[in-house]
C-alpha cells in the first residue's frame, strides 16, 4: 500500500519536474519542445522527489536513468532520519514477529508431544523443522528481493506466511504440524534474511552503528521472548497450548498490516526503474531506461548467486569464522529451548511458567547491549571526525566481538558448573544475562564487519552464514535433549565453552589480518575503497 503511494508520488514529482522543465526551457529558447535531457529541479517532498537525478548515461539508443551525486533526494540514504526510523522500526517489528514463531510453542512441548503421541525428543521437530525451512529459504530471498524488491518480497513471504502459522494452529497431526512449520520457516526466511540489506539501503556506514543494533536485537531478542509468553500460557488450564501459536498469528498479523500499510520500498536500482517507467509515460520517449530493468531476470541471479555460498564458506576466512561463531551462537540460543528444563526446570524445581520466565534473562542482557547503540553511533562520528557520508574502516566494527569474545566461554562454564542447588538461581540467571550481552555483540560485530568488507558481495556473504547457521541449529535441536540427558548439564556447556574458546582469538586476528585477508579476496572491496 504505502510502495504503491510512493509510486504515485514519484509520478506527480516527475510530471511537475518536466512541466517547470519546459516553461523554463520555453523562456530560454523560446521553443515549444523541451530537449531530450531532461534537468530534474530539486524538490523536498518526502520520500522519492527524485526530480533533481539526471538522466546521463545516454547511448545511441537509450538514456539510462542514474541518481545524481551523494545528495539525489530519490536515495533512501538521504531521506529525513525520522523516517527511516520509522521504517527500522517497522522493520524491526516484521522481523520480531516473526523470529517469535520460532520459538512460541517451545514451552509446549510435552503438552503437544501428548497429544500427538510422540516423545518430547521428536515434537522437537517442530522447532528444527521451522530452521530448516529458513535455511532453505534464505537462497532464494536475496535474488528475488533485488529483482522484484524488498517490499514485495517482506510483504508476499509474509503473507503466505500467515497461513502456515495458522495451519499450525488447527492440524490435529503431528505430521501437519511439522510440515506447516517447515513452511512457516521458509516462508520468514525472507524476512530474516534480507534486513541487514535493508538497513544497508537506507544508512550510511556512520548511521549503520546505531540502526544496525536495533535490528539485531529483534532477530535475537524474539526466541528468547516467545518462550516466557509461552510459559505462562501452557500453564494457564483455561488456555489450549494451541494458543502459543494464535498469539503468534496476532503479533504477526498486526505486523503484516503495518508493514503493508506503512513500509516503503527502499532497493535504490528499482526507485530508479519506477522513475525511468515514468519518464517514458510522460515523456512519450522510450529511450529512458535503468539498469535495474537491463540486468539479470530472477533465474539469471539466482544461477550467479547459488554456487557462491559455498565458495564463500570455504574460501573466505572472515566468512567461515564468523559463520562458525553464529552457529554456535544459534545452536545455543535455540538448544536452550530445551535446555532450560534440565539447567532450571529440574535443578530447581520451577514451574514450566517459571522457567520460560528465565529466557527474560537473555533477553535483558540483549536490550542492555542495544542500549549502548547511541554510544556506539558517537564513537563512530568521532572515528570519522563529524564528516558526513564517510567510510569507515571495517575493523572498527570488531570491537564489539573483541570485548564480548572472552564472555562467552566465561558465561557458559559458569552456566554449566554454577548450575547446582547449593548455588543461588541467580548465578545462573547473571550467566544467562551474559550470554544476551555477547550474542549480540558478536552478532552485531560480524554483520557490520561483512557489510563494509564485501561491499555489494556482503549480501551473498550474509546469505551463506544464514544458511549454514539455520540449517545446523536445526539438527542441534533434535541433539539437545539426548545430549542433556546424556552428559549432563555442566559437561553440555563444557563442550559448547570449549569450542569457544577455540574461537575466541577470531576478532583480534582480523583486527590485525583484517585488510591484507580483504586485498586478496576477489569478492572483498579493496583496503582503500
Known sequence: MWSYIQYRRMEKDVRRAIEKDSKIARRQNGQE??????????????????????????????????????????????????AR????????????????????????????????????????????????????GALFAGPLSETVGRNPTYLASTFCYLFFVLGSALTPTFGGQVACRFFVGLFSSATLSINGSSVRDQFRPVKRAFAFPIIAWANVAAPVIAPIAGGWIVSNPNLSWRWTEWVTLIISGLAFLVSLLFLPETYSPLLLDWKARHLRQITGD???????????????????????????????????????????????????????????????????????SCFASIAAGATSFTLLAPGFYSWARWKTEYVRGSSIDPEFRLWP???????????????????????????????????????????????????????????????????????????????????YEGIGTHWTMTLLGCIAVLLLPAPLVFWWCGRKLRSRSPYAKSPGA
Not at 539469471?300 to 548467486?305: A, I, P, T
Open 286 to 356: 522510450n529511450r529512458y531506461v535503468s539498469e535495474h530493468a537491463e540486468s539479470s531476470s530472477f533465474i539469471r541471479r539466482l544461477r550467479h548467486v547459488g554456487p557462491l555460498p559455498a565458495k564463500f564458506l570455504t574460501q573466505e576466512p572472515v566468512v567461515a569464522v564468523f559463520a562458525g561463531y553464529l552457529i554456535l551462537l544459534y545452536v545455543l540460543l535455540f538448544t536452550f529451548l530445551s535446555g532450560f528444563d534440565y539447567i532450571f526446570k529440574e535443578t530447581y524445581g520451577l514451574s514450566t511458567a517459571l522457567t520460560g
Open 85 to 136: 526510523c520509522k521504517n527500522i522500526a517497522i522493520l524491526s517489528f516484521l522481523i520480531f514477529a516473526q523470529a517469535w514463531a520460532g520459538a512460541a510453542e517451545s514451552m509446549a512441548n510435552k503438552t503437544a508431544s501428548e497429544e500427538f503421541g510422540v516423545s518430547q525428543v521428536t515434537e522437537n521437530l517442530s522447532t528444527a523443522m521451522y530452521l530448516f525451512g529458513i535455511g532453505s
Open 33 to 82: 519542445s523541451v530537449s531530450d535531457d531532461v534537468e530534474v529541479a530539486r524538490t523536498n517532498n518526502f520520500p522519492l522527489s527524485t526530480l533533481e537525478s539526471k538522466e546521463n548515461g545516454r547511448t545511441k539508443d537509450k538514456i539510462m536513468v542514474r541518481m545524481e551525486g551523494d545528495n539525489d533526494p530519490l536515495d533512501p540514504r538521504n531521506w529525513p532520519l525520522v
Open 401 to 483: 566481538a573483541i570485548v564480548a569474545a572472552p564472555l562467552l566461554p566465561i558465561s557458559l562454564f559458569w552456566l554449566g558448573w554454577g548450575d547446582q542447588r547449593s548455588i543461588s538461581i541467580w548465578s545462573s540467571l547473571g550467566a544467562c544475562f551474559i550470554f544476551g550481552m555477547v550474542i549480540i555483540a558478536i552478532y552485531v560485530s560480524s554483520y557490520e564487519y561483512i557489510i563494509d568488507s564485501y561491499g555489494d558481495h556482503a549480501a551473498i556473504g550474509l546469505a551463506s552464514i544464514t544458511i549454514v547457521r539455520y540449517l545446523v541449529a536445526g539438527g542441534m535441536v533434535m541433539a539437545a535433549r539426548p545430549m
